[in-house]
């Protein structure tokens, strides 16, 4: 009934909100712009070690880091929103427990002893019955998530190929059974969340009654006016919700470990390679020296599981190319891989010049997202070379039309889907033409040209001053060698003049 009295609270109340509104608005403003921040860095930080020392490539051959993409794009985002969100939680936790424990102690000292025991108990029995089985099903729904989008993504990429095949029923079926997986994992995760949510809302429901059945006889002897009933219930409700942050906000913890770990489990991975921790056995060594020498290499698998090669020795001087023949999965592609320092499995020494003197040409080229002047120049796309020089490059490779055809130089398309494979390995020869490396290494780099296009390639490659190593099944690209190495596919290999060599299986 104290009317000045309650316009006056409504008075301090209005300025309180005032104050509270652009609180809480820059709270939520400034935890989110951290964690982007905080993301740009560790996103960089991850693919600096990603793109180090090609360890990019050598985890494709770690069964255990699957998913890459997503853990640098996915689990980095996660990390730190949950990390901030976390922190602020428990900050504010904190300062709960100093605003309300005075409160609750100067009311009920037995009402405080109970809440620390019951929260310790909570905490207990959330972390020992539920975490280890929560954050394994989290960490495994994680993977299975992406392994389901992988198999999708991949359909996508290889979209022509499986239609050629007519494999639309074998393709839905694996895509269904990774998504049977999700859905399994995923049901054993809700089922074991029911059991959490059961515990968390009988323990968090129970706190309603405790207080008041701990502080009513104090109350009904008259000790204690009836509001400090609310008030206790109050406090204590506060206090309990500070202490079992963590019981509170297990389940999205469980999933924020499992990230945690796959982090972990990736940064941990990145750096043991760049230590050299993960390779083990014996290496390849390597030296640099104008010319291309294999000294006793014996290569290896790189889990060291088969030897392709025993002590090949061999030497490519200036102008005088070598020819790699041999069987199927005799290691041709592989050798060349050690030379290019992909495969470090096996003994010996290589010695080659700097990588940036050699320039390699896969069977299947890489067509890189940009424009055509980019597709040419790469992978040094900054270099300044005129329109009539590039224009002159296409004409050498028998691409005449192809800058009208796509729009110019400047045009971004997406070539590996504009240009025919054979296309593509023209104007992979076309980057060599405009590079002049000292090494050009052509893997079945014109195996889907033609003969006469084939012959016009190797023709333009041997009028420049690099020297042709090639990996071929071809007897007419014998005249543009003078070494030929014979890899049998037991170990074995031969060396030998391409003059004196005839066949080639």
């Known amino acids: 009934m104290d009317r000045v009295r309650f316009w006056h609270s409504m008075r301090?109340?209005?300025?309180?909100?005032?104050?509270?509104?652009?609180?809480?608005?820059?709270?939520?403003?400034?935890?989110?712009?951290?964690?982007?921040?905080?993301?740009?860095w560790l996103t960089h930080h991850f693919l600096g070690q990603y793109f180090k020392n090609r360890a990019y490539y050598e985890l494709t051959f770690n069964q255990s880091i699957d998913n890459p993409d997503q853990r640098i794009s996915v689990d980095v985002n996660t990390f730190t929103q949950k990390s901030l969100t976390f922190l602020l939680e428990v900050v504010g936790a904190i300062l709960t427990l100093i605003a309300f424990s005075g409160i609750l102690w100067a009311i009920s000292k037995t009402l405080v002893i109970f809440l620390g025991l019951y929260a310790i108990l909570g905490t207990l029995v959330t972390f020992g019955v539920f975490g280890k089985p929560l954050i394994a099903l989290n960490f495994q729904q994680l993977r299975r998530e992406a392994d389901f989008r992988f198999s999708l993504i991949r359909i996508r990429e290889n979209a022509e190929a499986i239609a050629f095949y007519?494999?639309?029923?074998?393709?839905?079926?694996?895509?269904?059974q990774r998504f049977t997986e999700v859905f399994g994992n995923y049901k054993k995760l809700i089922?074991?969340?029911?059991?959490?949510?059961?515990?968390?809302?009988?323990?968090?429901?129970?706190?309603?009654?405790?207080?008041?059945?701990?502080?009513?006889?104090?109350?009904?002897?008259?000790?204690?006016?009836?509001?400090?009933?609310?008030?206790?219930?109050?406090a204590f409700a506060a206090m309990l919700?500070?202490?079992?942050?963590?019981?509170?906000?297990?389940?999205?913890?469980?999933?924020?470990?499992?990230?945690?770990?796959?982090?972990?489990?990736?940064?941990?991975?990145?750096?043991?390679?760049?230590?050299?921790?993960?390779?083990?056995?014996?290496?390849?060594?390597?030296?640099?020296?104008?010319?291309?020498?294999?000294?006793?290499?014996?290569?290896?698998?790189?889990?060291?599981?088969?030897?392709?090669?025993?002590?090949?020795?061999?030497?490519?001087?200036?102008?005088?190319?070598?020819l790699i023949v041999g069987a199927s999965g005799g290691g041709k592609s592989s050798l060349l891989r050690a030379i290019a320092g992909l495969w470090n499995s096996g003994s010996g020494t290589i010695m080659r010049p700097k990588l940036e003197q050699m320039l390699f040409l896969p069977q299947r080229p890489y067509m890189i997202l940009g424009t055509l002047r980019s597709q040419l120049l790469y992978p040094m796309v900054d270099r300044d070379i005129s329109n009539e020089e590039l224009s002159q490059v296409l004409a050498q490779v028998n691409l005449p039309d192809i800058v009208a055809r796509c729009g110019g130089f400047d045009a971004e398309l997406d070539f590996g889907k504009v240009l025919s494979v054979g296309e593509q390995q023209r104007l992979a020869v076309?980057?060599?033409?405009?590079?002049?490396?000292?090494?050009?290494?052509?893997?079945?780099?014109?195996?889907?040209?033609?003969?006469?296009?084939?012959?016009?390639?190797?023709?333009?490659?041997?009028s420049t001053s690099s020297t042709i190593v090639s990996v071929a099944h071809r007897s007419t690209l014998l005249k543009h060698h003078k070494h030929v190495l014979e890899v049998v596919g037991d170990g074995t290999w031969h060396l030998g003049q391409a003059k004196d060599y005839t066949t080639i299986e």
């Open 12 to 40: 301090v109340f209005g300025i309180v909100l005032i104050a509270a509104v652009p609180i809480y608005a820059f709270y939520y403003y400034i935890r989110d712009r951290l964690a982007v921040s905080w993301r740009r």
């Open 430 to 462: 076309a980057r060599v033409l405009l590079t002049k490396p000292h090494y050009v290494v052509l893997d079945e780099a014109t195996s889907a040209l033609d003969v006469q296009n084939e012959e016009t390639l190797y023709a333009q490659l041997m």
């Open 241 to 322: 919700s500070a202490l079992t942050v963590f019981v509170e906000n297990f389940e999205s913890l469980s999933a924020f470990a499992a990230g945690i770990e796959r982090l972990h489990t990736f940064s941990k991975s990145l750096a043991e390679r760049q230590a050299g921790q993960a390779k083990p056995g014996s290496t390849i060594a390597r030296l640099e020296q104008p010319r291309l020498e294999l000294d006793r290499v014996t290569l290896q698998t790189p889990n060291y599981q088969r030897t392709l090669i025993t002590s090949v020795t061999l030497a490519v001087d200036k102008g005088e190319g070598l």
């Open 191 to 234: 089922m074991r969340t029911l059991g959490l949510n059961l515990f968390q809302y009988g323990y968090s429901f129970v706190t309603l009654i405790f207080p008041c059945i701990i502080i009513a006889p104090r109350v009904l002897s008259g000790e204690l006016e009836v509001g400090r009933v609310v008030q206790a219930v109050g």
């Open 166 to 176: 007519q494999g639309e029923a074998d393709e839905a079926a694996h895509v269904k």
